[in-house]
């Protein structure tokens, strides 16, 4: 990395930042305009955070794999217009001797990991092949859809926009992670876009042509790049959807054909995204899972010798039944939302995501304290919204905590589910009136 790659990542942050003027005036909202400004800035610097880190700090697959392949197919099509038919097709198909490192070759088979080594090629005819520069390209895709993510709870309690602002725009694991040229930027882009788009067709019923599009490009990236967050997400967000529709129709008769239209719609749904996305979700389902869970643990046991100590366990064995899955559950939930604990750190990386786990576990016991065991279970049975966000991201912190036993690799896996937890701690305190707010929760519209 040259000194004009410090250059043009801070001409190309000037000029996002026009953009994000343009954007903050057209907002309606006052209350909301300061946190769309704001959670840019810390965009910003998350991104020239993660490239300097990722630079000097710890080497990953943005430094080993993504860039260097995306530079040198941009430079390939430079060189020779004609490769650019190399970026349309698939990665296993090309030539290993075109490769920057021709041992890569087994990498470009996942069409995951070309994927994100196709756009970094693309990325690069804009910003003249400079690494950071790319970087903050994917950085300014990941907020897009972390903003759609805030708006979809914003637009149903306004009054908690400075709580949901630190739960999604502000949260360090959520922002950092999601700042650089990976899978999960875009991973996170497209389950905020999928979720207001999701919403707007199904609450709202507009924007059918637009919304519907958003609905199919975030599905295929879904389907390319992490699937199984699609998997977790659907059941969860979509039994919101089809509670919350309920709720505005008073006939009881007329609320039970709503929910039977909805649930038929759903399977419809889901047996369609299976087919197009050729039997990736049974992979994920029954004894599959369970499989794939002892593969992943025996993987990770085998790396462990290898590990710099970010190696850990969750301290039950697992013998791949289903059983035996219900007895990790909480451990590997621990693991997830909790872990490292401080005195587990063995570098930078864990000790920083460590403080944030150890904030997030004082929090959730603050919010047991408050509004009580009883009323915090209740809550989350009565207030679909919650059911929603707390489902989800236990259901995701499960599997990812059961199948990832390192931390540098679970403090990005987790990603996802971070905000919906967070988010649905807040709404349980909101809906016991243990939070300050500038108006009072009307709780019976307000879900």
């Known amino acids: 990395m040259s000194f004009f790659d410090f250059i043009a990542f801070f001409i190309y942050a000037f000029a996002f930042y026009f953009i994000v003027r343009i954007k903050k005036n057209q907002l309606k909202d006052e209350r909301i305009k300061g946190y769309f400004q704001k959670a840019f800035f810390i965009k910003v610097f998350a991104s020239f955070a993660y490239s300097l880190f990722v630079l000097y700090v710890s080497k990953g697959d943005t430094t080993t794999l993504y860039f260097p392949e995306g530079y040198n197919l941009y430079q ?9 038919k190399l970026l349309f097709g698939s990665g296993a198909d090309i030539d290993a001797h075109l490769l920057a490192n021709p041992r890569q070759a087994g990498y470009f088979a996942e069409d995951s990991n070309f994927m994100v080594v196709r756009i970094t090629a693309l990325l690069c005819f804009f910003c003249f092949g400079k690494y950071m520069v790319v970087n903050l390209f994917f950085a300014m895709i990941a907020f897009s859809g972390i903003w759609k993510l805030y708006l979809f709870f914003y637009d149903q309690f306004p009054q908690l926009a400075r ?14 992670w999601s700042s650089g040229i ?9 389950l905020g876009w999928f979720t207001y788009a999701f919403y707007q067709l199904a609450y709202y019923k507009k924007g059918f042509i637009r919304n519907g599009l958003i609905l199919l490009i975030t599905v295929y990236i879904f389907s390319v790049i992490k699937v199984y967050i699609l998997v977790a997400y659907l059941p969860a967000f979509i039994l919101f959807l089809l509670l919350k529709n309920a709720m505005l129709v008073k006939n009881k008769v007329a609320k039970m054909m709503l929910i039977f239209l909805f649930l038929a719609g759903s399977i419809v749904g889901f047996i369609l995204l299976g087919d197009v996305m050729k039997g990736a979700i049974s992979d994920y389902s029954g004894e599959d899972i369970t499989e794939g869970i002892s593969s992943y643990q025996q993987n990770y046991m085998r790396q462990n010798k290898k590990s710099d100590g970010s ?5 039950i064995e ?9 007895k990790i559950a909480p451990a590997a939930i621990i693991a997830t939302f909790f872990r490292p604990f401080l005195w587990e750190s063995r570098n930078l990386t864990t000790l920083l995501s460590s403080f944030e786990s150890l904030a997030i576990m ?7 304290g408050k509004a009580g065991i009883r009323n915090f279970i209740s809550t989350i049975i009565r207030r679909p919204i919650v059911l929603y966000c707390f489902t989800f991201s236990i259901v995701f912190a499960l599997f990812v905590g059961a199948t990832t036993l390192n931390f540098g690799t679970l403090v990005r896996y987790k990603i996802p589910a971070m905000p919906f937890y967070v988010v649905s701690l807040i709404l349980i ?14 709780l019976e519209n307000k879900d």
């Open 76 to 84: 390939l099509i430079l060189k020779e217009p004609s490769n650019l």
């Open 163 to 176: 709580h949901f602002a630190y739960a999604i725009l502000f949260l360090p694991t959520f922002t950092f």
């Open 182 to 190: 990976l899978k999960d930027p875009l991973a996170i882009c497209a």
């Open 311 to 315: 190696y850990f366990s969750l301290g």
């Open 318 to 326: 697992f013998d791949g039944t289903l059983s035996s899955l219900v």
């Open 362 to 368: 004082l929090f959730t016991l603050y919010v047991l």
């Open 429 to 442: 305190l909101y809906f016991n009136n243990k939070l300050k707010t500038p108006y009072q929760p009307v």
